[in-house]
C-alpha cells in the first residue's frame, strides 16, 4: 500500500479540513463548543481514519477505517 501522503484523497480530505476550519470561524461564539466543534471533528475524522487504516497494513483492517471515514463523511452530508 502507498504511503497515505501520497493517497489523493487523503490529501483532498486535508485540504477539505482546511476550508472547514475556515468556514466555521465564522460561526457564533455560542457555537463554539456545539456545532461548530462537532462539524470541526467529523471532518478531521475523515483524513485520521484513512491515515490509521493504511498505517495497519491489513487490507480488513483499511477498509473498516475507510468505511469509518465514509461515515464521518456522512455526517458532514458529503456522499
Not at 465564522?26 to 475524522?45: C, H
Request: glycine residues 4%; charged residues 30%.
Amino acid at each position: 500500500m502507498a504511503n497515505f501522503k501520497e493517497l489523493l484523497v487523503w490529501q483532498k480530505s486535508i485540504d477539505f479540513v482546511t476550508e472547514i476550519y475556515k468556514i466555521t470561524e465564522t460561526f457564533p461564539k455560542d457555537e463554539t463548543f456545539g456545532l461548530k466543534s462537532q462539524i470541526r471533528r467529523a471532518a478531521v475524522s475523515i483524513p485520521s481514519n484513512i491515515a490509521e487504516g493504511n498505517s495497519r497494513r491489513s487490507k480488513p483492517d483499511y477498509l473498516q477505517f475507510l468505511k469509518i471515514s465514509r461515515g464521518s463523511c456522512a455526517e458532514l452530508k458529503l456522499n
